[in-house]
Protein backbone atom coordinates (compact mmCIF):
# COMPACT_ATOMS: atom_id res chain seq x y z
CA UNK A 1 0.00 0.00 0.00
CA UNK A 2 1.36 3.51 -1.08
CA UNK A 3 -1.32 6.26 -0.52
CA UNK A 4 -0.75 10.02 -0.18
CA UNK A 5 -3.74 11.34 -1.78
CA UNK A 6 -4.81 13.74 1.37
CA UNK A 7 -3.74 15.88 3.94
CA UNK A 8 -3.83 13.82 7.02
CA UNK A 9 -1.51 11.24 4.98
CA UNK A 10 1.15 9.41 7.82
CA UNK A 11 4.00 11.68 8.56
CA UNK A 12 3.09 13.71 6.19
CA UNK A 13 4.41 11.56 3.07
CA UNK A 14 2.53 8.69 2.49
CA UNK A 15 0.27 5.70 4.42
CA UNK A 16 2.09 2.63 3.96
CA UNK A 17 0.74 0.13 6.60
CA UNK A 18 -2.62 1.71 7.82
CA UNK A 19 -4.62 5.09 6.71
CA UNK A 20 -4.87 7.03 8.61
CA UNK A 21 -8.06 7.24 7.74
CA UNK A 22 -8.86 4.14 8.65
CA UNK A 23 -8.11 2.23 5.30
CA UNK A 24 -6.45 -1.14 5.63
CA UNK A 25 -3.67 -2.10 2.84
CA UNK A 26 -6.16 -4.57 1.37
CA UNK A 27 -9.05 -2.15 0.13
CA UNK A 28 -6.06 0.28 -0.85
CA UNK A 29 -4.82 -2.55 -3.38
CA UNK A 30 -8.61 -3.18 -4.57
CA UNK A 31 -8.61 0.60 -4.99
CA UNK A 32 -5.58 0.91 -6.87
CA UNK A 33 -6.73 -2.25 -9.03
CA UNK A 34 -10.07 -0.22 -9.92
CA UNK A 35 -8.68 2.51 -10.94
CA UNK A 36 -6.10 0.85 -12.89
CA UNK A 37 -8.97 -0.82 -14.66
CA UNK A 38 -10.86 2.25 -15.20
CA UNK A 39 -7.75 3.82 -16.94
CA UNK A 40 -8.12 0.67 -19.19
CA UNK A 41 -12.07 1.21 -19.85
CA UNK A 42 -11.15 5.06 -20.83
CA UNK A 43 -8.44 3.62 -23.24
CA UNK A 44 -10.68 1.98 -25.34
CA UNK A 45 -13.62 4.08 -25.01
CA UNK A 46 -11.83 6.96 -25.94
CA UNK A 47 -10.56 5.29 -29.17
CA UNK A 48 -14.25 3.88 -29.85
CA UNK A 49 -15.86 7.59 -29.13
CA UNK A 50 -13.71 8.90 -31.81
CA UNK A 51 -15.05 6.28 -34.23
CA UNK A 52 -18.61 7.63 -32.87
CA UNK A 53 -19.42 4.76 -31.51
CA UNK A 54 -18.23 3.78 -27.37
CA UNK A 55 -20.26 3.15 -24.61
CA UNK A 56 -22.07 6.44 -23.37
CA UNK A 57 -22.57 5.30 -19.93
CA UNK A 58 -18.54 4.41 -19.26
CA UNK A 59 -18.06 7.68 -18.42
CA UNK A 60 -20.66 7.93 -15.32
CA UNK A 61 -19.66 4.50 -14.41
CA UNK A 62 -15.96 6.10 -14.07
CA UNK A 63 -17.23 8.74 -12.49
CA UNK A 64 -18.44 6.96 -9.67
CA UNK A 65 -15.88 4.66 -8.99
CA UNK A 66 -13.55 7.74 -8.77
CA UNK A 67 -15.97 8.60 -6.37
CA UNK A 68 -15.19 5.74 -4.44
CA UNK A 69 -12.26 5.75 -4.26
CA UNK A 70 -12.08 9.25 -2.39
CA UNK A 71 -10.95 9.36 0.68
CA UNK A 72 -13.27 8.65 3.26
CA UNK A 73 -15.70 7.53 1.17
CA UNK A 74 -15.80 3.76 0.94
CA UNK A 75 -14.28 1.18 2.96
CA UNK A 76 -16.05 -1.82 1.57
CA UNK A 77 -13.80 -4.49 0.27
CA UNK A 78 -16.69 -6.35 -1.38
CA UNK A 79 -17.98 -3.17 -2.68
CA UNK A 80 -14.80 -3.09 -4.84
CA UNK A 81 -14.88 -6.31 -5.78
CA UNK A 82 -18.04 -5.77 -7.35
CA UNK A 83 -16.64 -2.16 -8.70
CA UNK A 84 -14.00 -4.42 -10.15
CA UNK A 85 -16.03 -7.68 -11.94
CA UNK A 86 -17.72 -4.67 -13.46
CA UNK A 87 -15.18 -2.47 -14.78
CA UNK A 88 -13.74 -5.80 -16.14
CA UNK A 89 -17.46 -6.32 -18.19
CA UNK A 90 -17.77 -2.98 -19.10
CA UNK A 91 -13.78 -2.96 -20.42
CA UNK A 92 -14.09 -6.07 -22.26
CA UNK A 93 -17.71 -5.54 -24.18
CA UNK A 94 -15.06 -2.57 -25.80
CA UNK A 95 -13.76 -3.71 -29.44
CA UNK A 96 -9.59 -3.38 -28.86
CA UNK A 97 -8.41 0.37 -29.02
CA UNK A 98 -5.61 -1.02 -31.00
CA UNK A 99 -3.27 -3.70 -32.01
CA UNK A 100 -1.06 -3.28 -29.00
CA UNK A 101 -2.94 -1.75 -25.98
CA UNK A 102 -1.89 -1.24 -22.53
CA UNK A 103 -2.23 -3.68 -20.18
CA UNK A 104 -5.12 -1.76 -18.19
CA UNK A 105 -7.07 -3.05 -21.24
CA UNK A 106 -6.27 -6.39 -21.13
CA UNK A 107 -5.33 -7.33 -17.34
CA UNK A 108 -8.15 -9.58 -16.13
CA UNK A 109 -7.71 -11.56 -12.88
CA UNK A 110 -7.80 -15.10 -12.25
CA UNK A 111 -8.61 -14.94 -8.37
CA UNK A 112 -8.65 -12.46 -5.38
CA UNK A 113 -4.97 -13.51 -4.92
CA UNK A 114 -4.17 -11.78 -8.53
CA UNK A 115 -5.71 -8.95 -7.45
CA UNK A 116 -3.77 -8.43 -4.49
CA UNK A 117 -0.34 -9.09 -6.44
CA UNK A 118 -1.45 -6.41 -9.64
CA UNK A 119 -2.19 -4.15 -6.67
CA UNK A 120 1.24 -3.84 -5.87
CA UNK A 121 2.22 -3.66 -9.71
CA UNK A 122 -0.18 -0.64 -10.09
CA UNK A 123 0.19 1.91 -7.11
CA UNK A 124 1.21 5.00 -7.09
CA UNK A 125 4.94 4.06 -6.81
CA UNK A 126 4.29 2.23 -10.39
CA UNK A 127 5.62 5.24 -12.00
CA UNK A 128 9.43 5.78 -11.00
CA UNK A 129 10.16 9.57 -11.79
CA UNK A 130 8.88 11.90 -8.83
CA UNK A 131 7.64 14.54 -11.15
CA UNK A 132 6.29 12.42 -13.46
CA UNK A 133 4.28 10.47 -10.62
CA UNK A 134 3.39 13.53 -9.07
CA UNK A 135 1.56 15.46 -12.11
CA UNK A 136 0.21 11.65 -13.15
CA UNK A 137 -1.27 11.86 -9.52
CA UNK A 138 -2.22 15.78 -9.09
CA UNK A 139 -4.30 14.89 -12.12
CA UNK A 140 -6.08 11.63 -10.91
CA UNK A 141 -6.81 13.17 -7.51
CA UNK A 142 -8.61 16.27 -9.89
CA UNK A 143 -10.64 13.72 -11.61
CA UNK A 144 -12.14 12.04 -8.38
CA UNK A 145 -13.34 15.44 -7.45
CA UNK A 146 -14.92 16.08 -10.89
CA UNK A 147 -16.42 12.47 -10.58
CA UNK A 148 -17.38 13.12 -7.31
CA UNK A 149 -19.46 16.16 -8.12
CA UNK A 150 -20.60 14.82 -11.79
CA UNK A 151 -22.45 12.02 -9.54
CA UNK A 152 -24.26 14.22 -7.33
CA UNK A 153 -24.99 16.27 -11.00
CA UNK A 154 -26.07 13.19 -12.34
CA UNK A 155 -28.60 12.05 -9.59
CA UNK A 156 -30.98 15.19 -10.57
CA UNK A 157 -30.80 14.07 -13.83
CA UNK A 158 -28.01 16.61 -15.23
CA UNK A 159 -25.56 15.27 -17.71
CA UNK A 160 -22.43 16.85 -19.82
CA UNK A 161 -20.84 14.62 -22.07
CA UNK A 162 -18.14 16.83 -22.55
CA UNK A 163 -17.10 16.24 -19.09
CA UNK A 164 -16.94 12.61 -18.77
CA UNK A 165 -15.16 12.26 -22.30
CA UNK A 166 -12.63 14.47 -20.30
CA UNK A 167 -12.07 12.66 -17.46
CA UNK A 168 -11.48 9.44 -19.77
CA UNK A 169 -9.07 11.33 -22.14
CA UNK A 170 -7.78 12.37 -18.72
CA UNK A 171 -7.32 9.30 -17.44
CA UNK A 172 -6.15 7.46 -20.47
CA UNK A 173 -3.23 10.19 -20.58
CA UNK A 174 -1.93 8.68 -17.20
CA UNK A 175 -0.92 5.58 -19.34
CA UNK A 176 1.11 7.49 -21.78
CA UNK A 177 4.31 9.06 -21.76
CA UNK A 178 3.70 12.41 -22.11
CA UNK A 179 6.32 15.75 -21.43
CA UNK A 180 5.65 17.92 -18.09
CA UNK A 181 4.37 20.64 -19.95
CA UNK A 182 1.93 17.93 -21.71
CA UNK A 183 0.76 16.88 -18.21
CA UNK A 184 0.69 20.20 -16.81
CA UNK A 185 -1.40 21.63 -19.23
CA UNK A 186 -4.01 18.27 -18.79
CA UNK A 187 -3.93 19.66 -15.04
CA UNK A 188 -5.15 23.35 -16.05
CA UNK A 189 -7.87 21.61 -18.36
CA UNK A 190 -8.67 19.59 -15.71
CA UNK A 191 -9.70 23.00 -12.98
CA UNK A 192 -11.16 24.41 -16.52
CA UNK A 193 -13.41 20.85 -16.46
CA UNK A 194 -13.56 21.71 -12.05
CA UNK A 195 -15.26 25.05 -12.80
CA UNK A 196 -17.45 23.35 -15.50
CA UNK A 197 -18.78 20.87 -13.19
CA UNK A 198 -19.13 22.56 -10.25
CA UNK A 199 -20.97 25.04 -12.59
CA UNK A 200 -22.95 22.27 -13.37
CA UNK A 201 -23.94 21.08 -10.28
CA UNK A 202 -24.76 24.50 -8.83
CA UNK A 203 -27.43 24.46 -11.84
CA UNK A 204 -28.70 20.90 -10.82
CA UNK A 205 -29.10 22.11 -6.87
CA UNK A 206 -30.55 25.19 -7.76
CA UNK A 207 -32.76 24.46 -10.31
CA UNK A 208 -34.36 21.41 -8.00
CA UNK A 209 -34.51 22.90 -4.92
CA UNK A 210 -34.42 26.45 -6.16
CA UNK A 211 -31.55 29.26 -5.13
CA UNK A 212 -30.20 29.38 -1.96
CA UNK A 213 -31.16 32.27 0.78
CA UNK A 214 -29.55 33.77 3.23
CA UNK A 215 -30.73 31.08 6.54
CA UNK A 216 -29.71 31.11 10.10
CA UNK A 217 -30.17 27.23 11.27
CA UNK A 218 -31.31 26.07 14.91
CA UNK A 219 -28.26 23.91 16.11
CA UNK A 220 -30.47 23.05 19.56
CA UNK A 221 -31.87 19.17 19.06
CA UNK A 222 -35.50 18.62 19.80
CA UNK A 223 -37.63 16.36 21.57
CA UNK A 224 -38.38 14.03 19.22
CA UNK A 225 -36.25 10.73 17.73
CA UNK A 226 -34.52 12.00 15.00
CA UNK A 227 -32.38 11.06 11.87
CA UNK A 228 -29.04 12.56 10.85
CA UNK A 229 -28.01 12.52 7.05
CA UNK A 230 -24.69 13.97 6.85
CA UNK A 231 -22.52 14.11 3.28
CA UNK A 232 -23.18 16.23 0.18
CA UNK A 233 -25.95 14.74 -1.95
CA UNK A 234 -29.27 16.73 -1.41
CA UNK A 235 -31.15 14.29 -3.56
CA UNK A 236 -30.83 12.26 -0.44
CA UNK A 237 -32.16 14.25 2.15
CA UNK A 238 -35.22 15.14 -0.28
CA UNK A 239 -35.91 11.51 -0.60
CA UNK A 240 -35.56 10.84 2.99
CA UNK A 241 -37.82 14.39 4.16
CA UNK A 242 -40.33 13.10 1.41
CA UNK A 243 -40.45 9.45 3.27
CA UNK A 244 -40.09 10.62 6.66
CA UNK A 245 -43.58 12.98 6.40
CA UNK A 246 -45.95 12.74 9.40
CA UNK A 247 -43.97 9.82 10.95
CA UNK A 248 -42.87 11.14 14.25
CA UNK A 249 -39.10 11.57 13.55
CA UNK A 250 -37.03 15.06 12.89
CA UNK A 251 -34.62 15.14 10.36
CA UNK A 252 -31.28 17.01 11.18
CA UNK A 253 -28.30 17.83 8.74
CA UNK A 254 -24.82 17.06 9.80
CA UNK A 255 -21.43 18.54 8.30
CA UNK A 256 -21.67 19.39 4.74
CA UNK A 257 -25.30 18.96 4.63
CA UNK A 258 -25.98 22.08 6.44
CA UNK A 259 -26.68 24.34 3.53
CA UNK A 260 -29.11 22.34 2.54
CA UNK A 261 -31.55 24.59 5.20
CA UNK A 262 -31.09 27.91 2.62
CA UNK A 263 -32.76 25.87 -0.11
CA UNK A 264 -36.35 26.81 -0.76
CA UNK A 265 -37.15 23.45 -1.24
CA UNK A 266 -36.03 22.14 2.05
CA UNK A 267 -37.39 24.87 3.91
CA UNK A 268 -41.04 23.51 3.23
CA UNK A 269 -40.51 20.56 5.61
CA UNK A 270 -41.14 21.29 8.88
CA UNK A 271 -39.12 18.21 10.70
CA UNK A 272 -36.22 19.45 8.84
CA UNK A 273 -35.55 20.67 12.64
CA UNK A 274 -31.70 22.06 12.86
CA UNK A 275 -28.22 21.34 11.89
CA UNK A 276 -26.31 18.70 14.91
CA UNK A 277 -22.75 18.97 15.40
CA UNK A 278 -20.23 20.16 13.77
CA UNK A 279 -17.80 18.41 10.51
CA UNK A 280 -16.72 15.47 10.05
CA UNK A 281 -13.78 14.77 12.06
CA UNK A 282 -15.98 14.92 15.60
CA UNK A 283 -18.48 12.80 13.91
CA UNK A 284 -17.31 9.88 16.62
CA UNK A 285 -18.65 11.62 19.77
CA UNK A 286 -21.57 13.32 17.71
CA UNK A 287 -22.71 10.81 16.19
CA UNK A 288 -22.98 8.54 19.29
CA UNK A 289 -24.23 11.61 20.87
CA UNK A 290 -27.10 11.92 18.34
CA UNK A 291 -28.90 8.46 19.39
CA UNK A 292 -30.40 7.70 16.69
CA UNK A 293 -29.77 6.47 12.78
CA UNK A 294 -27.02 8.47 10.49
CA UNK A 295 -27.25 8.41 6.86
CA UNK A 296 -23.62 8.41 5.45
CA UNK A 297 -24.48 9.70 1.80
CA UNK A 298 -20.83 10.84 0.56
CA UNK A 299 -17.38 11.38 2.63
CA UNK A 300 -16.55 11.80 5.19
CA UNK A 301 -16.71 8.69 6.72
CA UNK A 302 -14.71 7.73 9.76
CA UNK A 303 -14.41 4.37 10.61
CA UNK A 304 -17.70 3.93 13.06
CA UNK A 305 -17.28 2.73 16.71
CA UNK A 306 -19.25 -0.27 18.06
CA UNK A 307 -21.34 1.33 20.42
CA UNK A 308 -23.06 3.27 17.25
CA UNK A 309 -21.89 1.40 14.35
CA UNK A 310 -25.38 -0.27 14.17
CA UNK A 311 -26.96 3.22 13.59
CA UNK A 312 -24.97 3.68 10.79
CA UNK A 313 -26.46 3.55 7.12
CA UNK A 314 -24.37 4.08 3.77
CA UNK A 315 -26.14 4.49 0.70
CA UNK A 316 -24.28 5.58 -2.98
CA UNK A 317 -20.90 5.12 -3.64
CA UNK A 318 -20.40 5.37 0.64
CA UNK A 319 -19.51 1.77 2.42
CA UNK A 320 -18.27 0.14 5.12
CA UNK A 321 -17.96 -3.55 6.23
CA UNK A 322 -20.89 -4.74 8.81
CA UNK A 323 -23.10 -1.56 8.00
CA UNK A 324 -26.20 -1.10 6.72
CA UNK A 325 -26.45 0.23 2.89
CA UNK A 326 -29.30 1.54 1.24
CA UNK A 327 -28.71 0.60 -2.67
CA UNK A 328 -30.71 2.71 -5.53
CA UNK A 329 -33.23 0.82 -7.15
CA UNK A 330 -33.24 0.53 -11.00
CA UNK A 331 -35.88 3.26 -10.98
CA UNK A 332 -33.35 5.56 -9.08
CA UNK A 333 -35.84 5.47 -5.89
CA UNK A 334 -34.64 4.36 -2.04
CA UNK A 335 -36.24 3.04 0.28
CA UNK A 336 -35.33 4.51 3.97
CA UNK A 337 -38.27 2.46 5.41
CA UNK A 338 -35.85 0.19 7.04
CA UNK A 339 -33.99 3.25 8.94
CA UNK A 340 -36.93 5.07 9.16
CA UNK A 341 -38.58 2.31 11.56
CA UNK A 342 -35.21 1.64 13.57
CA UNK A 343 -35.52 6.15 14.11
CA UNK A 344 -38.63 5.40 15.78
CA UNK A 345 -37.48 3.11 18.08
CA UNK A 346 -34.55 5.08 19.55
CA UNK A 347 -33.99 8.27 21.82
CA UNK A 348 -34.09 11.76 21.06
CA UNK A 349 -30.73 13.14 20.02
CA UNK A 350 -28.50 15.00 23.27
CA UNK A 351 -27.76 18.79 23.56
CA UNK A 352 -24.21 19.15 22.28
CA UNK A 353 -23.75 22.67 23.26
CA UNK A 354 -25.58 25.97 23.91
CA UNK A 355 -24.08 27.95 20.98
CA UNK A 356 -24.49 31.86 21.63
CA UNK A 357 -26.51 33.38 19.58
CA UNK A 358 -24.34 36.15 17.40
CA UNK A 359 -25.78 39.63 18.31
CA UNK A 360 -26.03 40.91 14.49
CA UNK A 361 -28.98 37.83 13.72
CA UNK A 362 -31.53 40.96 14.38
CA UNK A 363 -30.13 42.53 11.53
CA UNK A 364 -31.94 39.65 9.31
CA UNK A 365 -34.86 39.75 11.79
CA UNK A 366 -37.90 38.23 9.64
CA UNK A 367 -35.42 36.71 7.36
CA UNK A 368 -34.37 34.21 8.97
CA UNK A 369 -33.66 34.45 12.66
CA UNK A 370 -36.42 33.07 15.08
CA UNK A 371 -33.86 33.36 17.96
CA UNK A 372 -33.22 29.57 17.32
CA UNK A 373 -31.16 29.93 15.14
CA UNK A 374 -27.52 30.03 15.21
CA UNK A 375 -25.40 29.23 12.11
CA UNK A 376 -25.66 31.24 8.80
CA UNK A 377 -25.52 29.74 5.54
CA UNK A 378 -26.76 30.31 2.23
CA UNK A 379 -24.86 33.21 1.50
CA UNK A 380 -24.24 31.83 -2.32
CA UNK A 381 -23.77 34.05 -5.49
CA UNK A 382 -27.83 34.80 -5.85
CA UNK A 383 -28.15 35.71 -2.51
CA UNK A 384 -24.99 37.82 -2.12
CA UNK A 385 -25.71 39.36 -5.36
CA UNK A 386 -28.86 40.10 -4.40
CA UNK A 387 -27.17 42.79 -1.96
CA UNK A 388 -24.00 43.72 -4.61
CA UNK A 389 -25.15 47.11 -4.01
CA UNK A 390 -24.57 47.42 -0.66
CA UNK A 391 -21.55 45.31 -0.53
CA UNK A 392 -19.65 47.13 -3.24
CA UNK A 393 -21.01 50.54 -1.16
CA UNK A 394 -19.09 49.24 1.40
CA UNK A 395 -16.20 48.51 0.01
CA UNK A 396 -16.35 51.92 -2.18
CA UNK A 397 -16.61 53.51 1.58
CA UNK A 398 -14.04 51.41 2.88
CA UNK A 399 -16.10 49.94 5.16
CA UNK A 400 -15.07 46.55 4.08
CA UNK A 401 -11.41 46.86 3.14
CA UNK A 402 -11.00 43.21 2.29
CA UNK A 403 -12.63 39.65 1.71
CA UNK A 404 -10.39 37.00 2.89
CA UNK A 405 -11.50 33.26 1.06
CA UNK A 406 -11.42 30.70 3.73
CA UNK A 407 -12.92 27.77 2.03
CA UNK A 408 -12.21 24.13 2.38
CA UNK A 409 -12.13 21.32 4.38
CA UNK A 410 -11.66 20.71 8.02
CA UNK A 411 -9.22 17.97 9.59
CA UNK A 412 -8.89 16.10 12.66
CA UNK A 413 -5.42 17.51 13.89
CA UNK A 414 -5.34 20.31 16.27
CA UNK A 415 -3.13 22.46 13.80
CA UNK A 416 -6.04 23.22 12.07
CA UNK A 417 -7.14 25.35 15.49
CA UNK A 418 -5.12 28.15 13.11
CA UNK A 419 -8.23 28.38 11.01
CA UNK A 420 -10.17 29.66 14.14
CA UNK A 421 -7.59 31.59 15.38
CA UNK A 422 -7.29 33.63 11.67
CA UNK A 423 -10.44 34.22 11.81
CA UNK A 424 -10.64 35.64 15.30
CA UNK A 425 -7.54 37.71 14.32
CA UNK A 426 -8.79 39.50 11.08
CA UNK A 427 -9.56 43.04 11.53
CA UNK A 428 -13.24 44.06 11.91
CA UNK A 429 -13.26 45.72 8.19
CA UNK A 430 -12.59 42.34 6.79
CA UNK A 431 -15.28 39.76 5.30
CA UNK A 432 -14.89 35.99 5.05
CA UNK A 433 -16.42 34.27 2.11
CA UNK A 434 -16.34 30.79 2.95
CA UNK A 435 -17.77 27.14 1.34
CA UNK A 436 -16.88 23.46 2.50
CA UNK A 437 -16.86 21.96 5.68
CA UNK A 438 -13.80 24.20 6.66
CA UNK A 439 -16.29 26.52 7.84
CA UNK A 440 -16.78 24.65 11.04
CA UNK A 441 -13.65 26.01 12.69
CA UNK A 442 -15.29 29.43 12.87
CA UNK A 443 -19.04 29.29 12.01
CA UNK A 444 -20.23 29.23 15.70
CA UNK A 445 -17.77 32.68 16.32
CA UNK A 446 -19.50 36.00 16.39
CA UNK A 447 -18.01 37.88 14.36
CA UNK A 448 -20.41 40.36 13.74
CA UNK A 449 -21.46 42.38 10.69
CA UNK A 450 -20.42 45.36 8.67
CA UNK A 451 -23.12 47.72 8.04
CA UNK A 452 -25.70 44.39 7.75
CA UNK A 453 -23.49 42.30 5.88
CA UNK A 454 -22.47 39.23 8.03
CA UNK A 455 -19.08 39.26 8.83
CA UNK A 456 -19.03 35.38 7.81
CA UNK A 457 -20.47 34.72 4.04
CA UNK A 458 -21.13 30.90 4.03
CA UNK A 459 -22.08 30.01 0.52
CA UNK A 460 -22.57 26.06 1.11
CA UNK A 461 -20.80 22.91 0.32
CA UNK A 462 -17.43 22.36 -1.21
CA UNK A 463 -18.70 22.57 -4.22
CA UNK A 464 -20.32 26.06 -3.67
CA UNK A 465 -16.68 27.53 -4.04
CA UNK A 466 -18.28 27.99 -7.80
CA UNK A 467 -20.83 30.54 -5.89
CA UNK A 468 -17.07 32.40 -4.45
CA UNK A 469 -15.98 32.73 -7.98
CA UNK A 470 -19.14 33.98 -9.10
CA UNK A 471 -19.18 36.63 -6.31
CA UNK A 472 -15.76 37.53 -7.45
CA UNK A 473 -16.30 37.80 -10.78
CA UNK A 474 -19.05 40.02 -10.39
CA UNK A 475 -16.91 42.35 -8.21
CA UNK A 476 -14.28 42.15 -10.49
CA UNK A 477 -16.87 43.20 -12.91
CA UNK A 478 -18.12 45.93 -11.35
CA UNK A 479 -14.72 47.42 -9.92
CA UNK A 480 -13.39 47.32 -13.46
CA UNK A 481 -10.45 45.35 -12.64
CA UNK A 482 -8.93 41.47 -12.95
CA UNK A 483 -9.57 39.02 -10.26
CA UNK A 484 -6.08 39.09 -9.05
CA UNK A 485 -6.91 42.80 -8.09
CA UNK A 486 -9.85 42.52 -5.98
CA UNK A 487 -8.87 43.25 -2.42
CA UNK A 488 -9.67 39.04 -2.10
CA UNK A 489 -6.92 36.96 -0.59
CA UNK A 490 -7.22 33.49 -0.56
CA UNK A 491 -6.10 30.97 2.95
CA UNK A 492 -7.30 27.48 1.45
CA UNK A 493 -7.46 24.50 4.01
CA UNK A 494 -7.46 21.53 2.35
CA UNK A 495 -7.80 17.63 3.71
CA UNK A 496 -9.19 15.39 0.35
CA UNK A 497 -9.43 15.52 -3.47
CA UNK A 498 -12.45 17.68 -4.03
CA UNK A 499 -10.83 20.11 -2.74
CA UNK A 500 -7.83 19.39 -5.01
CA UNK A 501 -10.12 19.96 -8.15
CA UNK A 502 -11.60 23.19 -6.95
CA UNK A 503 -7.84 24.88 -6.11
CA UNK A 504 -7.13 23.30 -9.77
CA UNK A 505 -10.68 25.21 -10.83
CA UNK A 506 -8.99 28.33 -9.44
CA UNK A 507 -5.91 28.04 -11.52
CA UNK A 508 -7.79 28.15 -13.83
CA UNK A 509 -9.68 31.14 -13.18
CA UNK A 510 -6.02 32.42 -13.17
CA UNK A 511 -5.96 33.36 -9.17
CA UNK A 512 -2.76 33.75 -7.83
CA UNK A 513 -0.97 33.84 -4.47
CA UNK A 514 -3.25 31.26 -2.84
CA UNK A 515 -2.25 30.35 0.30
CA UNK A 516 -3.26 26.84 1.24
CA UNK A 517 -3.02 24.79 4.55
CA UNK A 518 -2.32 23.07 6.96
CA UNK A 519 0.46 21.23 5.01
CA UNK A 520 1.29 21.25 1.26
CA UNK A 521 0.45 17.73 -0.45
CA UNK A 522 2.74 15.28 -0.29
CA UNK A 523 1.89 14.21 -4.03
CA UNK A 524 3.78 17.73 -5.07
CA UNK A 525 7.00 16.90 -5.69
CA UNK A 526 9.70 19.52 -4.87
CA UNK A 527 9.91 20.21 -8.95
CA UNK A 528 5.91 20.50 -9.44
CA UNK A 529 6.12 22.63 -6.23
CA UNK A 530 8.59 24.89 -8.16
CA UNK A 531 5.94 25.06 -11.03
CA UNK A 532 3.05 25.79 -8.86
CA UNK A 533 5.12 28.93 -7.13
CA UNK A 534 6.56 30.53 -10.12
CA UNK A 535 3.45 30.27 -12.30
CA UNK A 536 0.77 30.51 -9.39
CA UNK A 537 2.33 32.08 -5.92
CA UNK A 538 1.39 29.34 -4.29
CA UNK A 539 2.57 28.89 -1.26
CA UNK A 540 1.99 27.61 2.49
CA UNK A 541 0.12 28.60 5.61
CA UNK A 542 2.96 29.64 8.18
CA UNK A 543 2.03 31.50 11.63
CA UNK A 544 -1.48 33.90 12.43
CA UNK A 545 0.69 36.58 12.46
CA UNK A 546 2.76 36.34 9.57
CA UNK A 547 -0.23 35.44 7.07
CA UNK A 548 -2.91 37.92 8.28
CA UNK A 549 0.17 40.96 7.89
CA UNK A 550 0.75 39.13 4.22
CA UNK A 551 -3.44 38.48 3.45
CA UNK A 552 -4.35 42.08 4.50
CA UNK A 553 -2.04 44.75 3.73
CA UNK A 554 -1.83 47.01 6.98
CA UNK A 555 -1.90 44.73 9.30
FE1 LIG B 1 -3.60 7.79 4.10
FE2 LIG B 1 -5.22 9.76 3.28
FE3 LIG B 1 -4.72 7.64 1.72
FE4 LIG B 1 -6.25 7.42 3.91
S1 LIG B 1 -6.70 8.61 2.05
S2 LIG B 1 -4.66 5.99 3.25
S3 LIG B 1 -5.16 8.83 5.31
S4 LIG B 1 -3.26 9.20 2.38
FE1 LIG C 1 -15.42 18.31 3.99
FE2 LIG C 1 -14.89 15.74 3.79
FE3 LIG C 1 -13.57 18.32 2.24
FE4 LIG C 1 -16.87 18.98 1.15
S1 LIG C 1 -16.81 16.64 4.05
S2 LIG C 1 -15.28 19.67 2.22
S3 LIG C 1 -13.44 17.25 4.05
Avoid at 343 to 368: M, T
Wanted: aromatic content about 8%; charged content about 20%.
Amino acid sequence: MYCYQCEETAKGCGCTTMGVCGKDTETAGLQDVLIYLAKGIAVRNCAAMEKGTGNGKAGKFIAEVLFATLTNVNFDKERFHAYIREAISIRDALPPAGEIEPDACTWTPADDAAIAAKAGEVGVLATANEDVRSLRELLVYGLKGVGAYYYHADALGYEDDEITAFIQRALASTLQDLTLDEMVGIILECGGVGVRVLALLDTANTATFGAPQITMVRTAPGTRPGILVTGHDLKDLHDLLEQTKGLGVDIYTHGEMLPAHAYPAFKKYGHLIGNYGGSWPFQKEEFEAFNGPVLVTTNCLVPPKESYKDRIYTTGPVGFEGVAHIPEAADGTKDFSAMIRHAQGCQPPKNLHGRARPSWVSLFGEKGGDGNRDLITGCAHGAVLAIAGTVIDAVKAGAIRRFVVMAGCDGRQGERSYYTEFAQALPKDTVILTAGCAKYRYNSLDLGDIDGIPRLLDAGQCNDCYSLVVIAQALAEAFGVGINDLPVSYNIAWYEQKAVLVLLALLHLGVKNITLGPRLPAFVSPGVLNVLVENFGIRKNTTVAEDLHLMVPGN
